[in-house]
């Protein structure tokens, strides 16, 4: 059976696919076929129900329920760190109000987030790799940044406003989830929990042969020199990645409640876990 898989394009999640797409692990009869496109057009793309297994933003996974289930490994959660706001000069989230801000997607959990801490801005949806470029040539105001730019902001000259991450553990006492892989529930309960194994086994690979895996992700790395990179993929792919367990579990039902509570989300959402 073939099952198409989606990820980002970048490090962590090369690092955490490395040995489903190298075979280094028995699938079980089920052959993977990886698609790599940016999380916003994999949001967009699931909202279709195109991919059996996908990374999505958990803010799109709120408007998936009724396809996908969400897989237990596979998380981004940024621990007391995460999406960053940035500026070409020195500011404050009380700067943020009424401003135009680029941002890499309504559907991503960086908007959401954002939106929560500030109600108020000029949203400017822009490719995830352009956003400093458009900070720093003045066509917005601010820029929300995902994936490598959280690290290499300040070599731009970009000045940090605020880590929401950090924002979120201060108002919630819990990691922030950004992102996790979803499973189409038409598959059926036995299919399902092969592949929630599957990247189990591919995730518990990753860390247990962590230089070949980095090394293969090297090439998504995006200019990171390998130390750099390695510290990317840490902040990303660490044991929340094998498993959310409990207060990752509560971490989710949170961001989508407050998400519901603030008018963001227009619906209650009610999360499903395939369990393997």
Known sequence: MKI???????????FMFYALSKGLIDTEGLTYVHSLQDIESLNQRALKGELEVSAVSIHAYAFLTDKYSLLTSGASMGDRYGPRVVSRTPASTTDLRGRRIAIPGLLTTAYLALR?????????????????????????????????????FGEAGLHLVTDLGGWWFEQTGLPLPLGGNVARKDLGADVLRKISRHIRASIQYALAHRDAALSHAMQFARGLERS???TFVGMYVNDWTLDYGERGRLAIRELLHRGVAAGIIPHAVFPEFIED
């Open 4 to 14: 198409h898989l989606a990820h980002s394009p970048d490090s962590d999640d090369a």
């Open 228 to 230: 750099r990179a390695d």
């Open 116 to 152: 929560l801490l500030e109600a108020d801005f000029v949203a400017v949806p822009t490719a995830f790799d352009a956003i400093e470029t458009a900070v720093m040539g003045g066509e917005v105001d601010f820029g929300l940044l995902i994936h490598e730019g959280q690290l290499t």
